[in-house]
């Protein structure tokens, strides 16, 4: 048996839901000559195989997850970029014209993938990425810089809560804070609970305390006109609306993501 069998058997027998899809990524990355294998490689790829076979997603394995139209490089220290993301980046594009000079602010950016995807797209806007965790930002700006986007970047390590934001800065805010309710953390699947940050997916009690801080101060930074999208889970899209327009800001609308869930809630100043 070879190894590219090696591998396909084992993740077979593990369960997994693409097998061979994996075993050629795992292969891609450990001998990217392969067939041609030194021992090396053989054993790099025994390695990656065994983390895959502990749940360890694969991404976090080879460092590296597509997410919209880039690579990100990740880590233990983020959030695994999500496809159901995308719909955020997608919404907030369709507000923000092509020739905008706009301030963006993205509240717990982690990996940096929504804020770096929006400032690809958009090459006259500056972005400022804000994360309490100092290695999720090391990892943000390592991204920032592979794709030439350091230039307009900043990045915060501070609590959203401490940092003092300056009146009426942007004409964007985007946010996929923590918002797994602190007791359902438990039944996220294996690749989820012990591989993403735990402090990147617990919202407290009902899921909702970041909104709750983020509504005490986003209204007074935003500009007047301007936009806050916020990922939200998967029975949260009215509660969170309820909470910012409490706060004094105008809903818009709120978008499913590709399973038909209510994940993008969308208010204006
Ligand atoms: N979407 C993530 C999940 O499915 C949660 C991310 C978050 O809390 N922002 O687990």
Redesign the pocket.
């Known amino acids: 048996m070879n190894l590219r069998e090696e591998l396909i058997k084992a993740l077979i027998a593990a369960r997994v839901s693409s097998p061979r899809l994996e075993a050629d990524i795992i292969l891609k990355h450990a001998a990217p000559d392969y067939p041609q294998i030194s021992l090396e490689e053989t054993e790099q790829a025994r390695n990656m195989l065994a983390r895959r076979l502990q749940n360890e997603p694969l991404d976090k394995i080879i460092g590296q997850r597509e997410f919209y139209k880039s690579i990100f490089k990740v880590n233990e220290n983020v ?1 695994t970029p ?1 496809p ?2 995308e719909i955020l980046v997608e919404s907030a594009l369709s507000y923000i014209p092509a020739a905008a000079q706009w301030q963006i602010l993205d509240l717990g950016t982690g990996s940096g993938c929504i804020l770096l995807s929006l400032l690809a797209e958009r090459p006259h806007c500056c972005g400022t990425g804000v994360d309490l965790s100092a290695k999720a930002l090391d990892i943000a700006a390592e991204n920032a810089r592979n794709l030439k986007l350091d230039s307009r970047t900043q990045f915060i390590n501070k609590s959203w809560t401490e940092q003092n934001f300056i009146k009426g800065q942007y004409e964007i805010i985007v946010s ?5 309710p602190s007791e359902e953390i438990g039944t ?1 699947e294996p690749e ?1 609970k012990n591989y ?1 940050p735990l402090t ?2 617990d ?1 407290g009690t009902d899921g909702l305390n970041c909104y709750r801080e983020i509504a005490a101060f986003a209204p007074l930074i935003l500009k007047e006109g301007g936009y806050i999208l916020l ?1 939200v ?1 998967y029975n949260q899209a009215e509660d969170v609306m309820q909470i910012f327009a409490n706060s004094g800001l105008k809903p818009q609308k709120i978008v499913p993501d590709l399973a038909g869930i209510n994940r993008c809630v969308i208010l204006k100043k």
């Open positions: 959030l999500r159901d993301t996929n804070p923590p918002y797994i996220l989820v993403d990147a997916l919202g990922e889970g």
